[in-house]
């Protein structure tokens, strides 16, 4: 029986398949391929030195600018710098500016062509989490728009977000944490929200976390007095290159004193990762 329906499948798949006939008058299957010009190669000629190279990572965290001077200036041979950027790549300044000041430290011109090949990709943006927590049972902030400045050369990127409408949905990354002691119980809502943030420019950036009651704020320059005092300031290195570009805003709200069903912003923390 099974014979039967395998010859009865193949008999099907046969006459599906495109049939001609030869000279001879034989049936031929017609391959789909075209019937113009052909060409041949034969691989054996291919060169078996032109296959890529295959490098050995190392689990050590990359050479820097700095460290790939101070070992030229140590004494190591080119060859050795080769190799160990081969196999723990660089975080380095793989631009003109940067091999030219690398040259003039007088690193080897067959390292600066390494350190252009395996350079990690230069930074385009940083990861930004953020994390607010609302301690007590509240409605409402008193200050309802949270604000992040950062300076990015000649430009000020601004990040907000409108408590009130965060705080009438749910997030699918939010958490209520009941941090209870032996006299007081108290809930801490916790709501998490991350993103990505473009900088154009490398080096020192001032950030300013603030919470205002306006919600049209492009400017740190636009805060009241009142606000700017509450504000609070930071500044990060943002490097060139970097195995990863995460940084980490905190911001706590506390239940009013008085108006127990209001939130008053309570400050922040901003903190970053780079390696």
């Given at each position: 029986?099974?014979?039967?329906?395998?010859?009865?499948?193949?008999?099907?798949?046969?006459?599906?398949?495109?049939?001609?006939?030869?000279?001879?008058?034989?049936?031929?299957?017609?391959?789909?391929?075209?019937?113009?010009?052909?060409?041949?190669?034969?691989?054996?000629?291919?060169?078996?030195?032109?296959?890529?190279?295959?490098?050995?990572?190392?689990?050590?965290?990359?050479?820097?600018?700095?460290?790939?001077?101070?070992?030229?200036?140590?004494?190591?041979?080119?060859?050795?710098?080769?190799?160990?950027?081969?196999?723990?790549?660089?975080?380095?300044?793989?631009?003109?500016?940067?091999?030219?000041?690398?040259?003039?430290?007088?690193?080897?011109?067959?390292?600066?062509?390494?350190?252009?090949?395996?350079?990690?990709?230069?930074?385009?943006?940083?990861?930004?989490?953020?994390?607010?927590?609302?301690?007590?049972?509240?409605?409402?902030?008193?200050?309802?728009?949270?604000?992040?400045?950062?300076?990015?050369?000649?430009?000020?990127?601004?990040?907000?977000?409108?408590?009130?409408?965060?705080?009438?949905?749910?997030?699918?990354?939010?958490?209520?944490?009941?941090?209870?002691?032996?006299?007081?119980?108290?809930?801490?809502?916790?709501?998490?929200?991350?993103?990505?943030?473009?900088?154009?420019?490398?080096?020192?950036?001032?950030?300013l976390v603030v919470a205002s009651a306006s919600p049209t704020l492009t400017h740190p320059s636009q805060l009241t007095p009142q606000e700017r005092a509450k504000s609070q300031s930071y500044t990060f290195?943002?490097?060139?290159?970097?195995?990863?570009?995460?940084?980490?805003?905190?911001?706590?709200?506390?239940?009013?004193?008085?108006?127990?069903?209001?939130?008053?912003?309570?400050?922040?923390?901003?903190?970053?990762?780079?390696?």
């Amino acid at each position: 029986m099974i014979a039967q329906v395998l010859a009865a499948a193949l008999t099907l798949a046969a006459s599906q398949a495109p049939v001609s006939f030869s000279s001879s008058g034989g049936p031929q299957v017609a391959l789909p391929f075209p019937t113009g010009t052909t060409q041949t190669y034969n691989i054996i000629q291919w060169d078996p030195n032109q296959l890529p190279r295959i490098y050995e990572r190392s689990d050590q965290l990359p050479l820097t600018d700095e460290e790939l001077t101070k070992l030229s200036q140590a004494g190591f041979e080119p060859a050795q710098l080769v190799k160990m950027i081969e196999e723990r790549r660089c975080a380095c300044d793989a631009s003109a500016d940067g091999l030219i000041k690398l040259k003039k430290a007088g690193v080897d011109k067959t390292v600066l062509a390494a350190v252009s090949r395996h350079g990690i990709a230069p930074n385009r943006e940083l990861d930004l989490l953020v994390t607010m927590d609302f301690t007590g049972e509240s409605r409402v902030a008193r200050e309802a728009f949270l604000y992040f400045f950062v300076d990015d050369g000649d430009l000020t990127r601004v990040f907000s977000a409108n408590i009130t409408d965060l705080l009438q949905r749910r997030n699918r990354h939010e958490t209520t944490v009941d941090r209870s002691d032996i006299l007081v119980a108290r809930t801490v809502r916790r709501v998490q929200l991350s993103g990505r943030v473009p900088l154009k420019t490398y080096g020192k950036h001032n950030v300013l976390v603030v919470a205002s009651a306006s919600p049209t704020l492009t400017h740190p320059s636009q805060l009241t007095p009142q606000e700017r005092a509450k504000s609070q300031s930071y500044t990060f290195d943002y490097p060139r290159a970097s195995l990863m570009s995460l940084c980490r805003l905190t911001a706590g709200y506390r239940r009013d004193a008085v108006l127990n069903y209001k939130w008053n912003f309570e400050g922040s923390r901003f903190e970053c990762e780079w390696n």
